[in-house]
């Protein structure tokens, strides 16, 4: 079975700390994903990866970074947190970009205050 | 990327089949049929994908029309763990983008 882990799965930061929510993956896929889902707003992607130290803008990039030093690793960094990125982080992975399935991560609900 | 029309919610009775309808009317030719599920405080779970035949795994089968236009889910014997929002999403074969709409909250009785 594909496992993707999330390193939190509840986060509390300040407004203007720098965050990191890290994911892995044990399936050695070549592509991997940041989605945040809000009510009302469904999944929307915020960056996705297809190699290591490869990396795509998604819909929302605006406020995020990555980084994927490792096939299996693939961080998502807020530099400076703002309460508007209050939030459930989604990772996924996929074997290939296009028709294969995703497998997602169990999220981490993110809370900025 | 076409649009998808899913009932806001559903509901069966423990054992029965599910049937989770889905419109699809503007879906083009190299466009894939996905559903995806989404247990409460889970990630989204991959069920099925299918482009024109109906397809069938452990998890459920997928019923597509013959014009394509919409398509069924169906969980043969729901159990109370299948509670869920089921998510029917159409997609380009080119494409790394799901799209998730509203979806279909399906509620499991006893």
């Known amino acids: 079975d594909v496992k993707v882990t999330q390193s939190s799965r509840y986060l509390v930061k300040r407004t203007g700390e720098k965050v990191f929510l890290e994911c892995v993956q044990d399936m050695d896929h070549e592509n991997m994903f940041w989605y945040r889902q809000d009510p009302g707003l469904g999944l929307r992607l915020i960056y996705f990866?297809?190699?290591?130290?490869?990396?795509e803008k998604g819909d929302i990039p605006e406020g995020y970074s990555v980084s994927r030093e490792k096939k299996e690793r693939f961080s998502l960094i807020l530099e400076s947190a703002s309460t508007n990125q209050t939030s459930m982080y989604l990772c996924a992975s996929s074997l290939t970009v296009s028709l294969y399935e995703q497998y997602f991560g169990p999220g981490t609900r993110l809370t900025v205050t | 990327d076409a649009k998808t029309t899913q009932p806001t919610s559903m509901d069966c009775a423990e054992g029965r089949a599910a049937n989770l309808p889905c419109n699809h009317s503007t879906i083009s030719g190299n466009e894939y049929v996905y559903w995806y599920r989404q247990i409460h405080s889970q990630g989204p779970q991959y069920i099925i994908h299918g482009l024109k035949n109906n397809e069938t795994n452990e998890m459920a089968s997928l019923i597509i029309t013959e014009d394509r236009k919409s398509s069924t889910l169906i969980l043969p014997h729901a159990t109370l763990r299948d509670t869920a929002v089921y998510y029917c999403i159409v997609r380009p074969d080119s494409s790394y983008k799901l799209i998730f709409g509203s979806g279909t909250r399906l509620l499991v009785r006893p």
């Open positions: 990866s297809y190699d290591v130290k490869m990396k």
